[in-house]
């Protein structure tokens, strides 16, 4: 207990610095700007601020391109505009949270469901946390205070996060660790899946020759490989050629990724417990989309499960990418999905990510109907379809006419797996750092 108070303190001291070019929300109900004023009075009088009892969840969307990722800075020296940035000012100027309580996240026991990075989207997320809703009173014919919050809370956020729904908690509720499962679903552009490298000289011939023989004899070995650093394979010249998409052989390539792994090729190097790269999916599928009239079809890459690591599914993404390119062996990713092994992996774009929604099964086994509903995605699917609809697919298609795509499949030519990777030595001593490494993409 002592030690979480400690955690954020710390926080308050460095502080969650929101910078005065944030906009705060000017709150327009009057009951909700006397309560305020009369917190702020026992605050100046030294008397102990109301810390609510009962906990909710909230339910939103949001679309990652305008923000900085989903979590505030702490200590940062430029503020910069966060998704839990803009939700916490919106719940201090509706009185749900109180201006001192703000990076007091410890007493409020703010949850979330998800992490995302910059860039990356969600169509569905969730947020527990003890929040005040006296000030929503039940007194309207249509709305509960659940729904005068949700509709109060669409009214100040930005255009680009929605709320959909307020529900009432278990007391013991944790959005992370409630959690059981994530979907989430990666766009990929047709045109890339029509592409085939060649390997049009005998250096490329033996070099992947040679590290395909290293990966099928060494499947099953305990010992650790790495890569013995030989310099950049950087401008090698590329040859590719057109082919017809197979999605079939993507998903047959996908799915060795499902299962229990460990995962340690799959994020930036760090030093951390054996167990804490290891994951579970549940389950990837493969599906052809159009995601507008007269637009150009992509194919969606849906992958189910437990958690994931910082980076994880975009560098799965891009291994998989390459065994289907040809840039790599066809068992390259089953090689990679051990914790002695270190292996180079590029990283695929963060525009075609997005969270799709979390599951929260073991919960909804603990929870009280009514009082406390369960959390069930279909109670809010078509408000989620209709942000996916209105905002994601089209910041992604919009991403699709850019050159980032281009540059992606370019620098993976340049810098195919079987080159970064043909240094691997069995027995290899330590884990090689590729942080800052301009083979990282």
Not at 89 to 104: F, K, T
Not at 254 to 273: C, E, I, V
Not at 370 to 375: R, V
Request: proline letters at 4%.
């Amino acid at each position: 207990m002592g030690r979480g108070k400690h955690k954020y303190r710390e926080s308050t001291k460095y502080g969650y610095d929101l910078g005065p070019s944030r906009k705060k929300i000017a709150i327009e109900t009057s009951s909700t700007t006397e309560n305020a004023s009369d917190d702020a009075g026992a605050e100046e009088s030294g008397l102990r601020i109301h810390v609510p009892k009962t906990k909710y969840a909230i339910a939103f969307g949001y679309l990652g391109s305008n923000y900085h990722g989903y979590q505030m800075q702490c200590g940062s020296n430029t503020p910069v505009e966060t998704i839990e940035g803009r939700l916490m000012d919106a719940l201090v100027a509706v009185g749900c949270i109180h201006e001192s309580h703000r990076n007091l996240l410890g007493k409020l026991q703010l949850s979330k469901a998800s992490r995302t990075d910059k860039g990356v989207h969600a169509a569905c997320t969730y947020v527990g946390g003890r929040f005040e809703l006296s000030n929503f009173s039940d007194g309207e014919p249509s709305l509960s205070r659940e729904e005068a919050l949700a509709a109060k809370l669409n009214e100040l956020l930005p255009k680009d996060i929605r709320c959909y729904r307020v529900l009432r908690v278990t007391r013991g509720f944790c959005a992370r660790s409630m959690c059981s499962k994530r979907t989430y679903e990666y766009m990929i552009p047709r045109s890339l899946l029509t592409k085939k490298y060649i390997l049009d000289d005998d250096f490329k011939r033996e070099k992947f020759k040679e590290l395909t023989e290293i990966i099928e004899s060494n499947m099953a070995s305990k010992e650790p490989i790495s890569v013995t650093r030989q310099g950049t394979s950087d401008g090698y010249n590329a040859s590719l050629e057109e082919r017809e998409m197979d999605l079939e052989l993507l998903q047959e390539i996908l799915k060795d990724y499902s299962g229990s792994h460990d995962f340690r090729n799959f994020t930036p190097r760090q030093k951390t417990a054996e167990n804490t790269t290891q994951r579970f999916i549940h389950e990837i599928k493969v599906e052809k989309r159009c995601m507008s009239e007269g637009a150009e079809e992509v194919v969606s890459i849906v992958i189910t499960g437990q958690s994931f690591l910082y980076n994880q599914i975009r560098k799965m993404i891009s291994l998989a990418y390459e065994v289907y390119l040809g840039t790599a062996p066809r068992n390259s990713v089953k090689f990679a999905l051990h914790k002695k092994r270190s292996l180079q992996t590029a990283i695929a774009p963060a525009e075609g990510l997005f969270l799709h929604h979390p599951y929260f099964e073991a919960y909804n086994k603990r929870c009280n109907p009514p009082q406390t509903p369960m959390i069930d995605f279909e109670d809010i699917q078509a408000m989620v379809e209709d942000f996916k609809i209105r905002q994601i697919y089209p910041t992604i298609l919009k991403s699709f006419d850019s050159d980032i795509w281009d540059i992606w499949l370019s620098r993976i030519a340049r810098n195919p797996f079987y080159l970064e990777n043909h240094g691997l030595s069995v027995s290899g001593e330590g884990i090689y750092d590729n942080d800052g490494e301009g083979t990282t993409l």
